[in-house]
């Protein structure tokens, strides 16, 4: 077997196994759906994605439902102002979009990665703004990276993070908004009492994705409603929200959980007993957390994977610390068997930001954005994180690029 590009993985540690061919891939047209999606014209329809080994297309049910689905998720988007200043520059470049932001310089590495699922889902972690747009603590971006993260191929956000509510309700509608405008999914914070009460589901050809969103705490402050955002980190709570999605028809159920200690290399004792709650019930498939800005394990608990901490998708953090500047990003593929759909192969990747100007760097190839040096710090370090509870002797496999 060969690989477009030089890879890293296999020369860290022997325990690490090559990439089984990659077999996954729906040649299906996703349609997402949210809350208040539903509530308009139809839900829109996004291109899939399709991976370059399976020419033969998905293998199909007598109902033309699709086999396998397979789903990315990425950490936190958390855009400093440096950010917004390298995008503001960026857009004025001869090769730039021509429009007050161009993150698509900050996103570009991500890209291919978003594109090899069928669907990919972000965590935005702070409002939509109007100018002048604001830094820690109370945040607000621009419009513009909803509309740059849906041109690099993601369905969709969660929405649900202790910054949810930094511009209060004006700004939490201002967002799901902007989602819908450019046809992404989202769950986690509502403009309505009534799309808070929708399951929050995705339909992609036949296969119904439900996805259970909450956070820790929104720092202090109360939403103007109970309902305005997913909040708490009860496992009776979001046991039986995942049991009414399923009820609502979801064929996969998976948690998206905003919780655990900044900065840290392990989740607090509190968010693993809640990761097992949620893997050990019956009713997740797959259990997936962000918040700490930092990289945490993955384990696999009775059979399902928890990835505990998915670190920074993009930020730029007023000291920035290597821990702030890495992040991995997880592509779970469901199989189904029989009504039963189960992550048959779970798959995660790493990076790290660039300094200046920021931009996301895969660090498991040499054909990478920051330093050879940089790169293999980042991948070992990022390695022995991921799985210090033995994920890779579970199965967990390096994500490569068909
Ligand atoms: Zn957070």
């Not at 439902?65 to 917004?84: I, M, N, Y």
């Not at 503001?88 to 932001?101: C, I, L, Q, R, W």
């Not at 259970?212 to 955002?229: K, Q």
Request: aromatic share 6%; hydrophobic share 35%.
């Amino acid at each position: 077997m060969s690989f477009p590009l030089p890879i890293r993985f296999a020369a860290l540690t022997v325990s690490i196994a090559l990439p089984a061919a990659l077999t996954s891939g729906c040649s299906v047209a996703p349609q997402t759906q949210s809350g208040a999606l539903t509530s308009t014209s139809g839900a829109p329809t996004v291109e899939a994605s399709q991976p370059a080994k399976d020419q033969d297309g998905p293998k199909e049910t007598p109902m033309d439902r699709p086999e396998e689905l397979s789903l990315t998720v990425t950490g936190d988007v958390l855009l400093h102002p440096q950010l917004l200043d390298e995008a503001e520059t960026a857009a004025g470049k001869s090769d730039g979009n021509g429009k007050e932001f161009d993150f698509e310089p900050l996103l570009a590495g991500l890209k291919p990665y978003v594109q090899d699922a069928d669907v990919a889902l972000c965590n935005l972690e702070t409002p939509i703004g109007t100018p002048p747009y604001s830094g820690y603590p109370l945040f607000t971006v621009p419009s513009q990276i909803v509309s740059d993260l849906a041109a690099i191929g993601y369905d969709g956000c969660t929405t649900a993070t202790n910054h949810t509510v930094d511009a209060g309700t004006k700004g939490v509608i201002r967002t799901l908004d902007t989602l819908a405008k450019n046809e992404m999914f989202y769950t986690g914070s509502y403009k309505s009492k009534k799309d808070s009460e929708q399951p929050p589901i995705m339909d992609i050809s036949g296969v119904k994705l439900g996805v259970v969103a909450t956070t820790y705490s929104l720092n202090g402050m109360r939403a103007d409603s109970d309902w305005r955002v997913d909040t708490g980190v009860n496992s009776l709570k979001l046991i039986d929200r995942a049991k009414s999605a399923r009820k609502a028809g979801a064929d996969i159920v998976v948690a998206a959980v905003h919780d655990g200690a900044e900065y840290t290399s392990a989740p607090t004792e509190s968010q693993r007993k809640l990761g097992r709650a949620l893997a050990s019930s019956g009713e997740f498939d797959f259990v997936y957390m962000h918040h700490t800005h930092s990289v945490l394990p993955i384990e696999k608990y009775k059979g399902t994977w928890i990835v505990y901490g998915l670190g920074n998708s993009v930020a730029k953090h007023a000291t920035p610390t290597i821990l702030n500047r890495e992040g991995i990003s997880v592509k779970a593929t469901f199989a189904r068997d029989g009504e039963n759909w189960d992550v048959s192969k779970l798959q995660w990747v790493p990076h790290q930001l660039s300094k200046a100007p920021v931009a996301w760097c895969q660090v498991a190839t040499t054909e990478t954005c920051v330093s050879d040096a940089d790169a293999k710090a980042s991948l070992q370090r990022t390695l022995k994180t991921v799985n210090a509870y033995g994920a890779v002797d579970d199965g967990l496999e390096e994500w490569i690029l068909p």
